[in-house]
Every structure is written in C-alpha cells, then in structure tokens.
C-alpha cells in the first residue's frame, strides 16, 4: 500500500512538473490522434450524409456493415495494416511500418465506421425535416450534402469527439504497427502499458492521469454539445 500511495505522489509530481517524457508521449499522442481524427472525418462524414440523401441498391447493405465495423476488434486491424505496410506487403516500398503515419492509418480505420454510424443517425433525421423542401427547390445532390453537413454540424462534431475518444485510448492497433519506439512512435496507451511492465508505477500512473483527463475533457465536451443541442443554442 505504501509503495501505491508512493507511486501517486510521484506521478503527481511528474504531472505538475510537466516532465519532459511525459509532455513529450502526450503531445505525440495528441498529434497521431488529431491528424487520425481530421482524416477519419473528411471520409466518414460526407459518406454518411450520402447514405442519408441517396437512395441506392446497396444502401442498406453498406449501413449494416459499417455499424457490424464499429466492433471490429483494433488488434486485428493492427494486424491488417502490419501486413499491408510490412516489406513483404504490397505496400511495403513506402516504408511507413513502425511509424506515426502507420498507427494514423490504423487508427482511421477503427473510427471511420463509428464517426459514419454516429452521423448517419442524426443526418437521417435532419434529411427528414430537408427532405420535402431540398427537393422543391430543385437542390443537386452535392448541395443537399452540404446542406446537411453545415445544419447538423453540431451532431457531427458529437460524431467526431467520440472517434477521438476511442482513438485517444486505442492500444492493440497502435502497439502493433507502431512498434512503441521511444522518441519516435510511444503514445500515452503504450506507453502505460510498457512503464507498468517494467514496474515504473510512477510515470504509468502520470501517463494514465493525462489519459482520463483527457478522456473526462471529450465526455464533458460530448455532454455539452449535447445539452446545446436540446436547448437550441449553439
């Protein structure tokens, strides 16, 4: 018990001194989840916006297999992209493995279905309310679509915080591809895991306060946007 109260007052200290390996995993983490979240965006949500607008043969089909994705397991994916970005893959060439770029890569794949799923939901609705009036004025499809996007923007941003919440605590992809290379591809999940491997209980526990901290700052930001939302303020 006393090596845990021990192992609190240190990280706490490390928090506050914001020590240079810990400032240093957390904005690395920060940069290969923003960049994964801008990505995973720019896809996911004009897919969802078309699944709301258009109607094809499909449709359906492609629905179900992206809400099937969001339980896709994130060691798996790490796997598929290991293997695609590895020398022996077909994309080996462009040697991205053990790199930022390849846990980006990873980390879009596990939230593009959840971001598209989450804002096919409020886009389907707000379609409803469009519908009779986009198709009066004689909109094109791509105007419908942007229509949608700007109105619902705030469902969208909701759609958005939770990718990065699921992204921020993501570990088995990341460890996978990333490799957990000091000064160059550890974040905040790998990090954690490898300090309390090595028995540093101080700077996992340092590493796990930024993490909830951070995941506590999405959660409340999530809750917010939606309290806007009911009372019709933005």
Same mark, same amino acid.
């Given at each position: *018990?006393?090596?845990?109260?021990?192992?609190?007052?240190?990280?706490?200290?490390? /928090? @506050?001194?914001?020590?240079?390996?810990? !400032?240093?995993?957390?904005?690395?983490?920060?940069?290969?989840?923003?960049?994964?979240? !801008?990505?995973? +965006?720019?896809?996911?949500?004009?897919?969802?916006?078309?699944?709301?607008?258009?109607?094809?043969?499909?449709?359906?089909?492609?629905?179900?297999?992206?809400?099937?994705?969001?339980?896709?397991?994130?060691?798996?994916?790490?796997?598929?992209?290991?293997?695609?970005?590895?020398?022996?893959?077909?994309?080996?060439?462009?040697?991205?493995?053990?790199?930022?770029?390849?846990? /980006?890569?990873?980390?879009?794949?596990?939230? !593009?279905?959840?971001?598209?799923? #989450?804002?096919?939901? +409020?886009?389907?609705?707000?379609? +409803?309310?469009? &519908?009779?009036?986009?198709?009066?004025?004689?909109?094109?499809?791509?105007?419908?679509?942007?229509?949608?996007?700007?109105?619902?923007?705030?469902?969208?941003?909701?759609?958005?915080?939770?990718?990065?919440?699921?992204? #921020?605590?993501?570990?088995?992809?990341?460890?996978?591809?990333?490799?957990? @290379?000091? &000064?160059?591809?550890?974040?905040?999940?790998?990090?954690?895991?490898?300090?309390?491997?090595?028995?540093?209980?101080? *700077?996992?526990?340092?590493?796990?306060? !930024?993490?909830?901290?951070?995941?506590?700052?999405?959660?409340?930001?999530?809750?917010?946007?939606?309290?806007?939302?009911?009372?019709?303020?933005?």
């Amino acid at each position: *018990m006393s090596d845990l109260w021990l192992g609190l007052q240190q990280a706490v200290w490390l /928090v @506050i001194t914001l020590n240079g390996d810990l !400032v240093e995993i957390t904005l690395r983490s920060l940069q290969v989840t923003l960049t994964a979240l !801008v990505v995973a +965006s720019a896809l996911a949500l004009p897919l969802a916006a078309l699944l709301a607008v258009r109607r094809f043969r499909w449709r359906r089909s492609v629905i179900a297999v992206l809400n099937a994705l969001m339980g896709l397991p994130p060691v798996v994916v790490g796997l598929i992209v290991y293997v695609t970005l590895s020398r022996s893959g077909p994309l080996g060439v462009l040697g991205l493995l053990f790199t930022p770029t390849a846990m /980006v890569i990873a980390q879009v794949i596990i939230i !593009v279905p959840l971001i598209a799923s #989450i804002a096919h939901q +409020s886009l389907r609705e707000l379609w +409803s309310d469009y &519908h009779d009036l986009l198709i009066s004025m004689n909109t094109t499809q791509r105007q419908r679509i942007a229509t949608l996007l700007w109105d619902g923007r705030r469902a969208l941003l909701t759609a958005a915080l939770a990718g990065f919440g699921r992204a #921020i605590g993501e570990v088995g992809a990341i460890m996978v591809v990333g490799g957990n @290379i000091d &000064h160059a591809t550890r974040v905040l999940t790998t990090a954690i895991a490898l300090e309390t491997g090595k028995g540093e209980f101080a *700077m996992a526990l340092a590493l796990g306060f !930024v993490l909830i901290a951070l995941a506590l700052l999405v959660n409340l930001a999530i809750h917010w946007l939606g309290q806007t939302e009911r009372g019709g303020r933005w």
